[in-house]
């Protein structure tokens, strides 16, 4: 059901602007639920923990909570009525599909319409709720206050959106730039007074960052790095993970904890930083500096950092098109679902965060192919050591896609070597541990939240049926090329979301904005140089 009716919605507008906080939203929840109990029937449970499916089970849910989960038969035969818990008041029939955790992007930015990618807010809870993502950790955005209610909003679920987890960006928000390290501690207490979960950072001079960790142990606020170039030579992975830092993103900081023989990657004498040809050319030549895989200094830092209990979220889907930038330019769902304005952002420009193919070059993607293969190694062997490794898609930039980019970054996991049930477990259990939140959600138990994700496919024996395009078959009874997967339900709270009826409004969306601007309609293919199908959307 709808929480709010629209005039009430108008009201909570109008009341959020002159709060001087937007929530962007037009509408109100597309949900159904929660209910007083909604039993989901005969599905294949993928329980999040890394153990094999299991099933058919029937999953009772009354409200926003899981009560029961009973096994009711084996596969091949028929499910026996007598195993079976009574009836609901909503059912779901899930027999032949499979339930998952609801999912977990721990590397997340809801853009705006002003934010230069054209992006309606809703365009991107939309994407990824239809994804199944469930939980999203927004790392930046706009400032502390705004994604607060955006949290608050979801918590309600008076809007259609994963669960916010707040970390604003280290000093946003305050009333002056941060200087000393009794500003940082200002700053990390007037965050923690206002209910933010963690922080995330960029870099900033040793006493700063050294006073910000302290104060964010002190208030109990988790933390998260991007360790920006300007900043690593001073503090890499293994100074800030020591000083109190809980998680880091990409890889940022991590070479440079293991140079030897070095302390400043080898940059040309011609190297500017605000020139993102330079900085992500040069990004994608940084791992084969750093200690060879297994050494005794590869070996040391990994060590150290297991010994911190730190969190890795290596976010590899954003330079995916570093590699390879004709392909990841070229993915089916750009034709459907990406806006023109977000096109527009992607193309080459020297002003665009992300949009460096001024002249992306064959020695480029050769740099970046070595760069991937360092790179997975030391995050798979981190997982295999016991380390906690989560996925996040960082999408919005370099041609990925909210929702798409997060199931590529699934993709992008087992090339690295995970097994899919260990992609899963990232997704799922490993970020709500990373996240403090294993009470509550990344299982499927009783007791906890009803967050879940049901796919009509096998993602375990296929990772491409959870793309909102689903994937061709043949289907050998008619001898047809079909499109089979997608997720079909995203249920969050024990609020179930029709992930393809999401679909479809993005569709509307990306439409509404073509005709304004006196393009065909319908799916078109899209090139680096313009927005000029490739395949039609799975059918309701």
Known sequence: MRILTSLLFTLLLVFSANAQVSPDFVSPSDGDGPFDRLVIRGAIMIEGSGAPPTGPVDIVIENDRIVEIR??????LPIDPDRRPAPGTREIDAEGMYVLPGFIDMHG??????SGQGTPLEYVTKLWMAHGITTTRVVGSRGPE????????SDANEITSPRIQAYPIFGRGFDRPIATPNDAREWVRMVADMGVQGIKFFGAAPPIMEAALDEAGKQGLRSTEHHAQLDVTRMNVLRTASLGLTSMEHWYGLPEALFEGRVIQDYPVDYNYMNEA?????AGRLWKQAAPPFSDHWNMVMDSLLSMDFTIDPTFIPYLASRDLQ?????????IYTLPAL???????????GSYWFYWTTENEMDWKENYELWMTFINEYKNRGGRITLGSDSGYIYNLYGFGYIQEMELMREAGFHPLEVIRSATNQAAEALGMDDEIGTIQVGKKADLVIVPENPIENLKVLYGTGWIRLNDDTREVERVGGVKYTIK??????????LADVRAMVEAQKAERGMPAGPMPMTIETVDTLTPPIEN
Do not use: C
């Not at 392909?327 to 034709?335: D, P």
């Open 146 to 153: 705004w994604i607060l209610e955006m949290q608050r909003l």
């Open 278 to 282: 330079h900085r992500f050319g040069e």
């Open 327 to 335: 392909a990841q330019s070229r993915k089916e769902w750009h034709s």
């Open 493 to 502: 709270d024990g609020i179930i979301f029709d992930a393809r009826a999401l």
């Open 109 to 114: 930015h809801p853009h705006t319409e002003d």
């Open 343 to 353: 096109w527009d952002f992607y193309r080459p420009s020297r002003a665009a965060h």
């Open 71 to 76: 096994n009711v038969g084996y596969p091949g």
